[in-house]
Protein backbone atom coordinates (compact mmCIF):
# COMPACT_ATOMS: atom_id res chain seq x y z
CA UNK A 1 0.00 0.00 0.00
CA UNK A 2 1.05 3.41 -0.76
CA UNK A 3 2.02 5.77 1.72
CA UNK A 4 -0.93 8.14 3.02
CA UNK A 5 0.88 11.80 1.97
CA UNK A 6 -0.08 15.26 3.51
CA UNK A 7 1.31 18.18 1.27
CA UNK A 8 1.55 21.38 3.52
CA UNK A 9 2.09 24.71 1.91
CA UNK A 10 2.11 28.18 4.03
CA UNK A 11 2.18 31.60 2.39
CA UNK A 12 4.14 34.33 3.78
CA UNK A 13 5.60 37.88 3.15
CA UNK A 14 8.96 36.32 2.36
CA UNK A 15 7.53 34.14 -0.14
CA UNK A 16 5.21 36.49 -1.93
CA UNK A 17 8.71 38.19 -2.60
CA UNK A 18 10.07 35.28 -3.86
CA UNK A 19 7.54 34.32 -6.33
CA UNK A 20 6.56 31.25 -4.26
CA UNK A 21 3.08 31.33 -4.27
CA UNK A 22 0.70 28.59 -2.86
CA UNK A 23 0.25 27.23 -6.59
CA UNK A 24 3.64 26.72 -6.89
CA UNK A 25 4.34 25.35 -3.60
CA UNK A 26 1.65 22.82 -4.04
CA UNK A 27 2.67 21.76 -7.69
CA UNK A 28 6.30 21.10 -7.09
CA UNK A 29 4.96 19.04 -3.88
CA UNK A 30 2.57 17.26 -5.84
CA UNK A 31 5.41 16.25 -8.05
CA UNK A 32 7.68 15.19 -5.31
CA UNK A 33 4.47 13.03 -4.15
CA UNK A 34 4.37 11.21 -7.61
CA UNK A 35 7.92 10.76 -7.98
CA UNK A 36 8.06 8.94 -4.35
CA UNK A 37 5.16 6.86 -5.31
CA UNK A 38 3.34 8.55 -2.16
CA UNK A 39 -0.57 9.11 -2.31
CA UNK A 40 -1.69 12.46 -1.39
CA UNK A 41 -4.48 12.74 0.56
CA UNK A 42 -4.84 15.92 1.52
CA UNK A 43 -3.66 19.76 1.14
CA UNK A 44 -3.19 21.87 4.42
CA UNK A 45 -2.90 25.43 3.53
CA UNK A 46 -2.19 28.46 5.92
CA UNK A 47 -2.52 31.85 5.27
CA UNK A 48 0.68 33.01 7.46
CA UNK A 49 2.09 36.33 6.48
CA UNK A 50 3.59 37.72 9.49
CA UNK A 51 5.91 34.87 10.15
CA UNK A 52 7.47 36.64 12.86
CA UNK A 53 4.37 36.25 15.33
CA UNK A 54 3.39 33.35 16.60
CA UNK A 55 0.20 33.40 14.94
CA UNK A 56 -1.96 30.60 15.08
CA UNK A 57 -1.90 28.28 11.91
CA UNK A 58 -4.95 25.82 11.98
CA UNK A 59 -4.34 23.99 9.00
CA UNK A 60 -1.16 22.81 10.23
CA UNK A 61 -2.42 21.81 14.00
CA UNK A 62 -5.12 20.09 12.00
CA UNK A 63 -2.24 18.48 9.75
CA UNK A 64 -0.29 17.26 12.81
CA UNK A 65 -3.66 15.98 15.14
CA UNK A 66 -4.22 13.94 11.64
CA UNK A 67 -0.66 12.55 11.60
CA UNK A 68 -1.21 11.82 15.44
CA UNK A 69 -4.59 10.07 14.18
CA UNK A 70 -2.55 7.70 11.56
CA UNK A 71 -4.36 9.06 8.58
CA UNK A 72 -1.31 10.95 7.48
CA UNK A 73 2.11 8.79 7.19
CA UNK A 74 4.10 11.49 4.90
CA UNK A 75 4.76 14.76 4.81
CA UNK A 76 5.61 16.95 1.73
CA UNK A 77 6.91 20.63 1.65
CA UNK A 78 8.84 22.84 -0.09
CA UNK A 79 11.18 23.34 2.11
CA UNK A 80 11.62 22.64 6.03
CA UNK A 81 11.33 26.14 6.75
CA UNK A 82 7.88 25.94 5.50
CA UNK A 83 6.83 23.76 7.73
CA UNK A 84 8.05 24.63 11.24
CA UNK A 85 8.99 28.48 12.13
CA UNK A 86 10.37 27.43 15.67
CA UNK A 87 13.13 25.07 16.60
CA UNK A 88 10.35 23.65 19.23
CA UNK A 89 7.50 23.29 16.07
CA UNK A 90 10.41 21.25 14.67
CA UNK A 91 11.53 19.10 17.56
CA UNK A 92 7.66 18.38 17.10
CA UNK A 93 7.96 16.55 13.95
CA UNK A 94 11.06 15.07 14.86
CA UNK A 95 9.39 13.61 17.65
CA UNK A 96 6.32 12.32 15.91
CA UNK A 97 9.15 10.64 13.38
CA UNK A 98 10.64 9.11 16.15
CA UNK A 99 7.59 7.63 17.69
CA UNK A 100 5.34 7.21 14.59
CA UNK A 101 7.64 6.67 11.43
CA UNK A 102 6.41 9.93 10.05
CA UNK A 103 8.46 10.91 7.04
CA UNK A 104 9.31 13.91 5.36
CA UNK A 105 9.78 14.79 1.88
CA UNK A 106 11.00 18.53 0.35
CA UNK A 107 11.37 19.96 -2.69
CA UNK A 108 14.32 22.18 -1.63
CA UNK A 109 16.73 18.89 -1.05
CA UNK A 110 15.98 15.29 0.74
CA UNK A 111 15.78 16.01 4.32
CA UNK A 112 15.64 12.06 6.08
CA UNK A 113 14.39 12.60 9.72
CA UNK A 114 15.10 9.12 10.62
CA UNK A 115 18.58 9.58 10.32
CA UNK A 116 21.23 12.09 12.38
CA UNK A 117 22.25 13.47 9.63
CA UNK A 118 19.19 14.63 8.15
CA UNK A 119 17.97 15.80 11.44
CA UNK A 120 21.04 18.15 12.14
CA UNK A 121 20.54 19.59 8.38
CA UNK A 122 16.83 20.19 9.42
CA UNK A 123 17.78 22.36 12.67
CA UNK A 124 20.78 23.52 10.93
CA UNK A 125 17.99 25.15 8.29
CA UNK A 126 15.69 26.30 11.17
CA UNK A 127 18.61 28.14 13.21
CA UNK A 128 19.85 30.35 9.98
CA UNK A 129 15.85 30.65 9.27
CA UNK A 130 15.52 32.17 12.72
CA UNK A 131 18.31 34.03 12.97
CA UNK A 132 17.55 35.94 10.40
CA UNK A 133 13.91 36.55 11.38
CA UNK A 134 15.90 37.83 14.23
CA UNK A 135 18.34 40.35 12.45
CA UNK A 136 15.61 41.94 10.79
CA UNK A 137 13.46 42.16 13.92
CA UNK A 138 16.20 43.59 15.63
CA UNK A 139 16.75 45.90 13.03
CA UNK A 140 13.16 47.45 12.34
CA UNK A 141 13.19 47.80 16.53
CA UNK A 142 16.02 50.36 16.51
CA UNK A 143 14.68 51.96 13.38
CA UNK A 144 10.85 52.30 14.85
CA UNK A 145 12.88 53.98 18.08
CA UNK A 146 14.61 56.20 16.62
CA UNK A 147 11.28 57.38 14.40
CA UNK A 148 10.02 57.80 17.81
CA UNK A 149 11.98 60.19 19.42
CA UNK A 150 11.86 62.23 16.19
CA UNK A 151 8.32 62.53 16.82
CA UNK A 152 7.16 61.09 13.18
CA UNK A 153 4.05 59.44 12.24
CA UNK A 154 4.68 55.87 11.21
CA UNK A 155 2.44 53.66 9.86
CA UNK A 156 -1.37 54.18 8.08
CA UNK A 157 -3.23 57.05 8.15
CA UNK A 158 -4.70 57.69 11.06
CA UNK A 159 -8.43 58.91 11.26
CA UNK A 160 -8.37 62.62 11.96
CA UNK A 161 -5.37 63.85 9.65
CA UNK A 162 -4.12 63.36 6.11
CA UNK A 163 -0.99 62.70 4.83
CA UNK A 164 0.43 65.79 2.77
CA UNK A 165 2.93 65.51 -0.04
CA UNK A 166 6.22 64.24 2.45
CA UNK A 167 3.88 62.18 4.42
CA UNK A 168 3.69 63.97 7.36
CA UNK A 169 -0.06 64.18 9.10
CA UNK A 170 -2.68 67.38 8.38
CA UNK A 171 -5.24 67.79 10.21
CA UNK A 172 -8.56 66.45 8.57
CA UNK A 173 -11.57 69.08 9.24
CA UNK A 174 -14.91 66.88 8.78
CA UNK A 175 -12.48 64.08 10.91
CA UNK A 176 -11.46 65.94 13.60
CA UNK A 177 -14.80 67.80 13.91
CA UNK A 178 -16.17 63.89 14.41
CA UNK A 179 -13.43 63.04 16.83
CA UNK A 180 -14.23 66.11 19.00
CA UNK A 181 -18.15 65.30 18.49
CA UNK A 182 -17.07 61.76 20.00
CA UNK A 183 -15.36 62.98 22.76
CA UNK A 184 -17.63 65.64 23.98
CA UNK A 185 -20.63 62.68 23.94
CA UNK A 186 -18.50 60.11 25.46
CA UNK A 187 -17.47 62.86 28.58
CA UNK A 188 -20.92 63.60 28.43
CA UNK A 189 -21.73 60.04 29.46
CA UNK A 190 -22.97 57.94 26.40
CA UNK A 191 -22.01 54.75 26.10
CA UNK A 192 -19.46 53.97 23.63
CA UNK A 193 -22.00 51.36 21.69
CA UNK A 194 -24.27 54.33 20.93
CA UNK A 195 -21.61 56.92 19.52
CA UNK A 196 -20.86 53.93 17.39
CA UNK A 197 -24.32 53.42 16.57
CA UNK A 198 -24.57 57.09 15.57
CA UNK A 199 -21.60 57.37 13.29
CA UNK A 200 -22.43 54.41 11.31
CA UNK A 201 -26.25 55.70 10.97
CA UNK A 202 -24.52 58.94 9.85
CA UNK A 203 -22.45 57.31 7.26
CA UNK A 204 -19.20 58.28 8.60
CA UNK A 205 -16.42 55.44 7.62
CA UNK A 206 -13.05 54.76 9.72
CA UNK A 207 -9.67 56.11 8.12
CA UNK A 208 -9.54 52.66 6.09
CA UNK A 209 -13.07 52.90 5.31
CA UNK A 210 -14.70 50.65 6.96
CA UNK A 211 -17.79 50.52 9.33
CA UNK A 212 -17.43 51.90 13.39
CA UNK A 213 -17.11 49.14 15.80
CA UNK A 214 -16.99 49.54 19.56
CA UNK A 215 -13.56 48.44 19.87
CA UNK A 216 -12.41 50.77 17.16
CA UNK A 217 -13.91 53.99 18.00
CA UNK A 218 -12.66 53.01 22.04
CA UNK A 219 -9.13 52.58 21.07
CA UNK A 220 -9.07 55.46 19.15
CA UNK A 221 -10.25 57.89 21.44
CA UNK A 222 -8.02 56.31 23.41
CA UNK A 223 -5.24 57.71 21.29
CA UNK A 224 -2.49 60.11 22.85
CA UNK A 225 -2.07 61.07 18.95
CA UNK A 226 -5.06 62.98 19.57
CA UNK A 227 -3.25 65.57 21.97
CA UNK A 228 -0.50 66.06 20.21
CA UNK A 229 1.57 63.42 21.75
CA UNK A 230 3.83 60.50 20.30
CA UNK A 231 4.21 57.40 22.03
CA UNK A 232 6.40 54.47 21.31
CA UNK A 233 5.66 50.84 23.05
CA UNK A 234 2.75 52.44 24.82
CA UNK A 235 5.16 54.83 26.38
CA UNK A 236 5.37 58.65 25.73
CA UNK A 237 7.82 59.64 23.58
CA UNK A 238 7.55 63.31 23.22
CA UNK A 239 5.99 65.97 21.30
CA UNK A 240 4.49 64.29 17.45
CA UNK A 241 5.07 66.06 14.47
CA UNK A 242 1.45 67.03 13.92
CA UNK A 243 -1.32 69.67 15.19
CA UNK A 244 -3.26 68.34 18.09
CA UNK A 245 -7.16 67.82 17.99
CA UNK A 246 -8.05 68.34 21.30
CA UNK A 247 -6.13 69.49 24.06
CA UNK A 248 -4.40 67.62 26.87
CA UNK A 249 -6.75 68.00 29.78
CA UNK A 250 -9.41 66.59 27.20
CA UNK A 251 -7.76 63.78 26.45
CA UNK A 252 -6.55 62.91 30.08
CA UNK A 253 -10.16 63.36 30.99
CA UNK A 254 -11.47 60.87 27.92
CA UNK A 255 -8.74 58.37 28.99
CA UNK A 256 -9.65 58.83 32.55
CA UNK A 257 -13.53 57.88 31.63
CA UNK A 258 -12.69 55.15 29.24
CA UNK A 259 -9.97 52.87 31.59
CA UNK A 260 -12.37 53.68 34.96
CA UNK A 261 -12.91 49.90 35.92
CA UNK A 262 -15.57 51.01 38.42
CA UNK A 263 -17.18 52.32 35.45
CA UNK A 264 -17.25 49.41 33.17
CA UNK A 265 -20.39 49.03 32.65
CA UNK A 266 -20.86 52.59 31.04
CA UNK A 267 -17.98 51.71 29.05
CA UNK A 268 -19.19 48.71 27.86
CA UNK A 269 -18.66 48.20 24.07
CA UNK A 270 -22.36 46.63 23.63
CA UNK A 271 -25.51 47.43 24.05
CA UNK A 272 -27.37 46.68 27.08
CA UNK A 273 -29.33 43.42 26.09
CA UNK A 274 -32.00 42.95 28.67
CA UNK A 275 -34.30 45.31 31.01
CA UNK A 276 -33.23 44.23 34.04
CA UNK A 277 -29.61 43.03 34.29
CA UNK A 278 -28.00 45.12 36.84
CA UNK A 279 -31.15 46.57 38.09
CA UNK A 280 -33.58 43.51 39.54
CA UNK A 281 -32.12 41.92 42.46
CA UNK A 282 -32.12 38.53 43.98
CA UNK A 283 -34.65 38.41 47.17
CA UNK A 284 -32.54 35.83 48.62
CA UNK A 285 -29.43 37.83 48.84
CA UNK A 286 -29.59 40.98 47.89
CA UNK A 287 -27.24 40.95 44.53
CA UNK A 288 -28.29 41.74 41.36
CA UNK A 289 -29.92 39.34 39.05
CA UNK A 290 -28.42 38.74 35.34
CA UNK A 291 -30.81 38.40 32.49
CA UNK A 292 -29.97 34.99 30.93
CA UNK A 293 -30.68 32.78 27.64
CA UNK A 294 -30.00 29.50 28.67
CA UNK A 295 -31.37 26.05 27.55
CA UNK A 296 -33.00 23.54 30.24
CA UNK A 297 -34.13 20.04 28.63
CA UNK A 298 -37.88 19.58 28.33
CA UNK A 299 -39.47 16.08 28.45
CA UNK A 300 -41.27 15.33 25.75
CA UNK A 301 -43.63 11.96 24.74
CA UNK A 302 -44.34 11.12 21.14
CA UNK A 303 -42.29 9.79 18.71
CA UNK A 304 -38.18 10.20 18.95
CA UNK A 305 -35.98 10.95 15.97
CA UNK A 306 -35.24 7.04 15.31
CA UNK A 307 -38.66 6.53 14.80
CA UNK A 308 -39.46 4.71 18.46
CA UNK A 309 -42.18 5.88 20.63
CA UNK A 310 -41.54 7.02 24.01
CA UNK A 311 -40.38 9.90 26.25
CA UNK A 312 -37.68 11.90 25.11
CA UNK A 313 -35.55 15.14 25.93
CA UNK A 314 -35.53 18.40 23.51
CA UNK A 315 -33.58 21.57 24.47
CA UNK A 316 -35.89 24.59 24.93
CA UNK A 317 -34.26 27.52 25.41
CA UNK A 318 -35.84 30.50 27.59
CA UNK A 319 -34.94 33.86 28.51
CA UNK A 320 -34.71 34.08 32.65
CA UNK A 321 -33.33 36.42 34.61
CA UNK A 322 -31.37 34.44 37.63
CA UNK A 323 -29.15 34.93 40.37
CA UNK A 324 -25.47 34.79 38.81
CA UNK A 325 -23.94 34.65 42.87
CA UNK A 326 -22.80 31.22 43.35
CA UNK A 327 -23.08 30.96 47.19
CA UNK A 328 -27.01 31.67 46.08
CA UNK A 329 -28.46 31.00 42.95
CA UNK A 330 -31.62 30.71 44.24
CA UNK A 331 -33.60 33.30 42.33
CA UNK A 332 -34.84 32.25 38.57
CA UNK A 333 -37.67 33.85 36.78
CA UNK A 334 -39.05 33.74 32.92
CA UNK A 335 -37.64 37.03 31.39
CA UNK A 336 -40.99 38.01 29.70
CA UNK A 337 -43.09 37.59 32.60
CA UNK A 338 -41.04 39.78 34.68
CA UNK A 339 -40.32 42.47 32.15
CA UNK A 340 -44.07 42.47 31.32
CA UNK A 341 -45.24 43.27 34.69
CA UNK A 342 -42.00 45.76 35.57
CA UNK A 343 -43.60 47.74 32.17
CA UNK A 344 -46.69 47.82 33.30
CA UNK A 345 -45.95 49.28 36.43
CA UNK A 346 -43.47 52.37 35.29
CA UNK A 347 -45.85 52.85 32.78
CA UNK A 348 -48.38 53.68 34.95
CA UNK A 349 -45.88 55.64 37.50
CA UNK A 350 -44.51 57.83 34.44
CA UNK A 351 -48.18 58.48 33.12
CA UNK A 352 -49.21 59.46 36.15
CA UNK A 353 -46.64 61.18 38.19
CA UNK A 354 -43.55 61.12 35.46
CA UNK A 355 -43.53 65.29 35.29
CA UNK A 356 -42.98 65.61 39.12
CA UNK A 357 -40.68 62.05 39.59
CA UNK A 358 -38.33 63.17 36.08
CA UNK A 359 -38.03 67.11 36.86
CA UNK A 360 -34.77 67.67 36.76
CA UNK A 361 -32.11 70.31 36.80
CA UNK A 362 -30.08 69.92 33.74
CA UNK A 363 -27.57 72.91 34.54
CA UNK A 364 -26.28 71.49 37.52
CA UNK A 365 -26.49 68.09 36.29
CA UNK A 366 -23.77 69.15 33.64
CA UNK A 367 -21.22 70.90 36.32
CA UNK A 368 -21.57 68.05 38.50
CA UNK A 369 -20.66 65.70 35.57
CA UNK A 370 -17.54 68.13 34.41
CA UNK A 371 -16.83 68.03 37.89
CA UNK A 372 -16.52 64.06 38.31
CA UNK A 373 -14.84 64.16 34.98
CA UNK A 374 -11.79 66.24 36.49
CA UNK A 375 -11.89 64.33 39.74
CA UNK A 376 -11.96 60.97 37.88
CA UNK A 377 -8.74 62.19 36.07
CA UNK A 378 -7.00 63.61 39.04
CA UNK A 379 -7.22 60.27 40.82
CA UNK A 380 -6.24 58.21 38.12
CA UNK A 381 -3.19 60.45 37.21
CA UNK A 382 -2.52 59.95 40.57
CA UNK A 383 -2.71 55.78 40.44
CA UNK A 384 -0.22 56.67 37.63
CA UNK A 385 1.68 58.45 39.54
CA UNK A 386 2.31 55.82 42.31
CA UNK A 387 2.59 53.05 39.92
CA UNK A 388 5.22 55.53 38.18
CA UNK A 389 7.50 55.75 41.46
CA UNK A 390 6.36 59.67 41.63
CA UNK A 391 4.77 59.73 44.71
CA UNK A 392 4.75 57.33 47.92
CA UNK A 393 1.99 55.07 49.15
CA UNK A 394 1.30 57.81 51.80
CA UNK A 395 1.19 60.35 49.52
CA UNK A 396 -1.37 58.45 46.78
CA UNK A 397 -3.67 57.47 50.50
CA UNK A 398 -3.94 60.78 51.26
CA UNK A 399 -4.94 62.63 48.16
CA UNK A 400 -6.94 60.04 47.30
CA UNK A 401 -8.66 60.29 50.80
CA UNK A 402 -9.18 64.15 49.77
CA UNK A 403 -10.62 63.11 46.40
CA UNK A 404 -12.94 59.92 47.37
CA UNK A 405 -15.58 62.49 49.63
CA UNK A 406 -15.57 65.23 47.21
CA UNK A 407 -16.30 62.25 44.72
CA UNK A 408 -18.94 60.54 46.57
CA UNK A 409 -20.72 64.25 47.29
CA UNK A 410 -20.35 65.25 43.35
CA UNK A 411 -21.80 62.08 42.30
CA UNK A 412 -24.98 62.78 44.90
CA UNK A 413 -25.74 66.32 43.43
CA UNK A 414 -25.56 64.43 39.85
CA UNK A 415 -27.89 62.15 41.03
CA UNK A 416 -30.24 64.78 42.37
CA UNK A 417 -29.89 66.86 39.48
CA UNK A 418 -30.72 64.30 36.93
CA UNK A 419 -33.32 63.75 34.63
CA UNK A 420 -32.31 66.06 31.69
CA UNK A 421 -35.51 68.12 29.60
CA UNK A 422 -35.09 65.20 26.79
CA UNK A 423 -36.41 62.68 28.84
CA UNK A 424 -40.03 64.98 29.25
CA UNK A 425 -41.62 62.92 26.64
CA UNK A 426 -41.79 59.65 28.94
CA UNK A 427 -44.01 61.51 30.88
CA UNK A 428 -47.97 61.84 30.64
CA UNK A 429 -50.06 60.08 28.26
CA UNK A 430 -47.55 59.46 24.97
CA UNK A 431 -45.32 57.64 27.58
CA UNK A 432 -46.73 53.81 26.29
CA UNK A 433 -45.32 54.75 22.80
CA UNK A 434 -41.85 56.37 23.57
CA UNK A 435 -41.24 53.72 25.96
CA UNK A 436 -41.89 51.19 22.92
CA UNK A 437 -39.55 53.67 21.02
CA UNK A 438 -36.56 53.56 23.41
CA UNK A 439 -33.78 51.43 23.36
CA UNK A 440 -33.00 49.32 26.24
CA UNK A 441 -30.46 51.63 27.64
CA UNK A 442 -32.70 54.21 28.12
CA UNK A 443 -34.94 52.43 29.71
CA UNK A 444 -32.95 50.92 32.17
CA UNK A 445 -32.21 54.67 32.44
CA UNK A 446 -35.45 55.43 33.46
CA UNK A 447 -35.83 52.92 35.95
CA UNK A 448 -33.30 54.26 37.82
CA UNK A 449 -33.84 57.93 37.54
CA UNK A 450 -37.65 56.52 39.29
CA UNK A 451 -35.50 54.93 42.03
CA UNK A 452 -37.31 52.00 41.20
CA UNK A 453 -36.24 48.94 43.23
CA UNK A 454 -37.27 46.05 41.94
CA UNK A 455 -37.04 42.43 43.49
CA UNK A 456 -37.63 38.93 42.40
CA UNK A 457 -38.13 36.77 45.40
CA UNK A 458 -37.29 33.29 45.73
CA UNK A 459 -40.65 30.86 44.52
CA UNK A 460 -41.26 27.26 46.26
CA UNK A 461 -40.73 24.23 43.60
CA UNK A 462 -43.94 23.51 43.76
CA UNK A 463 -45.55 26.69 42.23
CA UNK A 464 -46.12 25.30 38.97
CA UNK A 465 -45.34 27.33 35.69
CA UNK A 466 -48.01 30.21 36.53
CA UNK A 467 -46.17 33.91 36.85
CA UNK A 468 -47.33 34.81 40.68
CA UNK A 469 -47.36 38.83 40.20
CA UNK A 470 -46.35 39.06 43.85
CA UNK A 471 -43.04 37.13 43.88
CA UNK A 472 -41.91 40.81 42.14
CA UNK A 473 -41.83 43.55 44.06
CA UNK A 474 -41.56 46.56 43.11
CA UNK A 475 -40.98 50.28 45.02
CA UNK A 476 -40.26 53.59 43.84
CA UNK A 477 -39.12 56.80 45.61
CA UNK A 478 -41.84 59.32 45.92
CA UNK A 479 -44.49 56.25 45.46
ZN1 LIG B 1 -29.20 35.55 45.21
Not at 87 to 115: C, K, N, Q, Y
Not at 199 to 211: A, C, M, P, Y
Not at 375 to 387: E, N, R
Not at 435 to 446: F, G, I, N, S
Amino acid sequence: MSTPTAIYVRISRDTEGMGLGVKRQRGDCEALATKLGWTVVETYEDNDVSATRSKPRPAYQRMMADVERGKVQAVVVWDVDRLTRTPRELEDVIDHADRIGLRLASVGGDIDLATEQGRMMARMKGTVARYEIEQSRRRLKAKHKELAASGAHVGPRPFGWDFDADRALVINPAEAATVRECVDRVLAGDGIWKVTRDLNDQGVLTSTGRQWQTQVLRRMLLRWRNCGVRTHLGKEAGQGQWDPIVDRETHERVVALLTDPARRSNNRGTEPKYLLTSVAYCGECGGHVVGTNEFTYAVKGGLRTDGTRGPSRTRVYAHAYKCPNADCLKVQRNMADVDEHVTRVVLGVLERDGVRLLGGDPVAAEAARERISALDAKLALTADQFADDVITGDQLKRITERLRPQLAAERARLSQAQPEASLAEYTGPGVASAWDAADVETRKRLLRLLGMKITIERVGSGNGRSYDPDSVTIEWAGA
